[in-house]
């Protein structure tokens, strides 16, 4: 018997549309990261950042993925040990929040290449968004080494260092 039915004819709160239902959901994952995947971050756990050199052309792809998307051939086990300084080769002023950053609004979203790599990397920057431009020598700020694990997350940020700004000739592959 519904609610109605009890009530008989009185009108009760029961009979309002329903327009808005909040359901919070939650996913777990198991994600199995690879072999390719696994050696990046067991690298970065040692502070290390490591790439993978293509074969055929000699590019450093950083992160690598275990094969080259262009050539389509695989990398194998040779790592390439990489700096942790680098060049902006474009930037974002953010001023929009997002649930998932919880940066200080208003943050600097960059690419970065870093020396001795031929892919960028997406990262933050923590300077002045007035200062931050193109070819702007960075390095980046990492955790404590107590609390690094095998985590992108090592790598708080990335910092302006005294260096002179690079020459468009050497990133404007990366625009
Ligand atoms: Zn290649």
């Known amino acids: 018997m519904s609610d109605r039915q009890m009530d008989g004819d ?22 199995s990261a690879g072999v390719s995947a696994s050696r990046f971050l067991r690298g970065i756990e040692q502070g290390k950042l490591l790439g993978q050199r293509c074969p055929v052309d000699g590019r450093v ?9 262009q050539h389509a051939v695989t990398f194998g086990d040779e790592t390439v040990d990489l700096s942790d300084k680098g060049t902006i ?7 929009v ?6 940066l200080e ?3 600097i979203a960059v690419n970065v290449v870093l ?23 960075v390095q980046a700020v990492w955790k404590p080494r107590e609390e690094w694990t095998t985590s992108t997350a090592n790598i708080l940020y990335f910092r302006a ?7 468009y000739d050497q990133y404007k592959e990366h625009i």
Do not use: W
């Not at 929040?97 to 919880?102: D, G, M, T, V």
């Not at 260092?161 to 020459?167: G, H, K, L, M, Q």
């Open 10 to 31: 009185k009108p009760s709160e029961h009979d309002e549309d329903v327009t808005l239902l909040r359901v919070p959901v939650s996913l777990d994952y198991d994600y």
């Open 61 to 69: 792809y950083f992160p690598s993925r275990g094969s080259c998307p």
């Open 89 to 95: 080769v474009t930037f974002s002023i953010v001023r």
């Open 97 to 102: 929040p997002s649930a998932n950053i919880p």
């Open 105 to 107: 609004l208003p943050y």
């Open 115 to 137: 020396d001795g790599a031929d892919t960028i990397l997406m990262h933050v920057l923590d300077a002045n968004p007035e200062d931050v431009h193109m070819g702007m020598r």
């Open 161 to 167: 260092i005294d260096e002179p700004d690079a020459d």
